[in-house]
Structures are given as structure tokens and as C-alpha cells.
Nanobody, 120 residues
Framework: QVQLVESGGGLVQPGGSLRLSCAAS????????MGWYRQAPGKERELVAT???????NYADSVKGRFTISRDNAKNTVYLQMNSLKPEDTGVYYC??????????????WGHGTQVTVSS
């Protein structure tokens, strides 16, 4: 089993910054991709940013230039630095981690989510 512990959400004014983190632990051989998704009220969950094990990054157009995803492989942790936040960034942010087991199976895992609210 894989446990994901998210932290860093909260209430921030427009133009402010927040940093989310997600630490993975449990029984797996290695981590493949790590990323962040979000879900606004009344909307479907959407990709925010992902980072495969090779180090490349992928961002939603709406966050390019404002958000930065990074990962610390030694700590099995992924981060999302969010700058210049806008009210439309409000939502529940979910960590996503794809692990590889010792038997070379891939499993997709989701965190419980952390609330980000951008409001004055």
C-alpha cells in the first residue's frame, strides 16, 4: 500500500503564494510520475502539473509561468510552488503518484486533497 500525505493548502489573497507538498511512503520499488490535479466546485478534476521520473514537466496552460512543480526523489516528495494566485485557482488540490512495485506493476495513487482558496 501507498500513503500520500499532502500539506500546504490554505487561504491566500489574490497575487499571493502557496507551496504544496506531498510525501509518498509505503511498499513500492520506485516512483514513476508525480503530479498535482485540482477540482473546483461544480467542475471536473483537471491536471495542474505533472513530472515523470525523467525530470520533464507538463503544465496546464492556465498555470504556466505561475506554478512550478518539483520533486525530491530522496524524500519521495513532490512540491507545487504556486505564485501570483488568482481566484480561479481555488479548489481542492490532489497529489497523484504512480509507483512501480517489485513485480514491475504500476499503481496509480491519489491523496485525500488539500483545499486552496484564493480570495480577498
Amino acid at each position: 500500500q501507498v500513503q500520500l500525505v499532502e500539506s500546504g493548502g490554505g487561504l491566500v489573497q489574490p497575487g499571493g503564494s502557496l507551496r504544496l507538498s506531498c510525501a509518498a511512503s509505503g511498499s513500492f520499488s520506485s516512483i514513476n510520475a508525480m503530479g498535482w490535479y485540482r477540482q473546483a466546485p461544480g467542475k471536473e478534476r483537471e491536471l495542474v502539473a505533472t513530472m515523470p521520473s525523467g525530470g520533464s514537466t507538463n503544465y496546464a496552460d492556465s498555470v504556466k509561468g505561475r506554478f512550478t512543480i518539483s520533486r525530491d526523489n530522496a524524500k519521495n516528495t513532490v512540491y507545487l510552488q504556486m505564485n501570483s494566485l488568482k481566484p480561479e485557482d481555488t479548489g481542492v488540490y490532489y497529489c497523484n503518484v504512480v509507483v512501480i512495485t517489485r513485480n514491475l506493476f504500476k499503481f496509480n495513487n491519489w491523496g485525500h486533497g488539500t483545499q486552496v482558496t484564493v480570495s480577498s
